[in-house]
C-alpha cells in the first residue's frame, strides 16, 4: 500500500523556538494534504487541508501564522510551528491523498512534538 | 455542524465478541472509516463502508446505516493486542474524527 513518511518522529524544543515537521508520500504523488493534532486521550482534530501549490484551508480556531504550512511539491508538505510554548506539545499526523481518481488517506505515523 | 458519538471506553473478556458504535451528524458524508490507535502510535485503517450494510474482514467487521446515521465495528474473538483506542471516521473532502472509545479487554 502507499506510504507517508514523517520527520522527525519526535522533537524536543525549547519554547519560542520554532519546529519545522515534514511528511512526505513515499510512492505516490499527493495532492492533498491533511495535517492533524492530537492531544493525550483525546481524538485527532484536524488542522488545516493544503492543496499542492496553493494556501492551506486552516479549520476553525487554528492560528494560521503559528502553524504555517508549505505544500511545495506533490510528495512534500510541510507543518512549522512557530514560537512553540508547552501547550503546543502534542502528537502531530499528517496524511495524504492521492489525485483524481482516489480518495483514500493514507497516514504518516505521527510527530511527538515536547515544548518545555 | 459535524458531530460523531461513541462510547469512551469499553471493557470485554479475551475471546468475546464486542460492538462499538458510532452515530454522526454531518453535512457531507461518503462514507464510514474506522481507525486502531495503540498508545504512541499513529491510527491504523480497519474498514470503510460506503454504502449500507456489513462489512468483513477477518475478525472485524464493520456495519453502515445511511438512514439512520449509525454505524458499528464488531470485533470477534477478542485477543489481548485489541486493546487499543478506536475511532469511527466521516470521509467527505477530508476525514473527520471521533472521540475514540478506548477498548479494555481482560484476561
Known amino acids: 500500500g502507499a506510504v507517508v513518511s514523517q520527520h522527525p518522529s519526535w522533537v524536543i524544543c525549547k519554547s519560542g523556538t520554532s519546529v519545522k515537521i515534514e511528511c512526505r508520500s513515499l510512492d505516490f504523488q499527493a495532492t492533498t494534504m491533511f495535517w492533524y493534532r492530537q492531544f493525550p486521550k483525546q481524538s485527532l482534530m484536524l488542522m488545516a487541508t493544503s492543496n499542492e501549490g496553493s494556501k492551506a484551508t486552516y479549520e476553525q480556531g487554528v492560528e494560521k501564522d503559528k502553524f504555517l504550512i508549505n505544500h511545495a511539491s506533490l510528495t512534500l508538505s510541510t507543518l512549522t510551528v512557530t514560537s512553540a510554548h508547552p501547550e503546543d506539545s502534542s502528537f502531530y499526523i499528517c496524511?495524504?491523498?492521492?489525485?483524481?481518481?482516489?480518495?483514500?488517506?493514507?497516514f504518516g505515523p505521527g510527530t511527538r512534538l515536547t515544548v518545555l | 455542524g459535524q458531530s460523531l458519538e461513541q462510547p469512551s471506553e469499553v471493557t470485554a473478556v479475551e475471546g468475546a465478541i464486542v460492538q462499538i458504535n458510532c452515530t454522526y451528524q454531518t453535512s457531507g458524508f461518503y462514507g464510514l472509516s474506522w481507525y486502531q490507535q495503540h498508545d504512541g502510535g499513529a491510527p491504523t485503517f480497519l474498514s470503510y463502508?460506503?454504502?449500507?450494510g456489513l462489512e468483513e474482514t477477518g475478525r472485524f467487521s464493520s456495519f453502515l446505516s445511511r438512514s439512520d446515521s449509525y454505524g458499528y465495528l464488531l470485533l470477534q474473538e477478542l485477543q489481548m493486542k485489541d486493546s487499543a483506542s478506536y475511532f469511527c471516521a466521516v470521509r467527505d473532502d477530508k476525514i473527520i474524527f471521533g472521540k475514540g472509545t478506548r477498548l479494555h479487554i481482560l484476561p
Open positions: 496524511s495524504a491523498r492521492g489525485g483524481e481518481g482516489t480518495d483514500t488517506q493514507y
Open positions: 463502508n460506503a454504502l449500507d
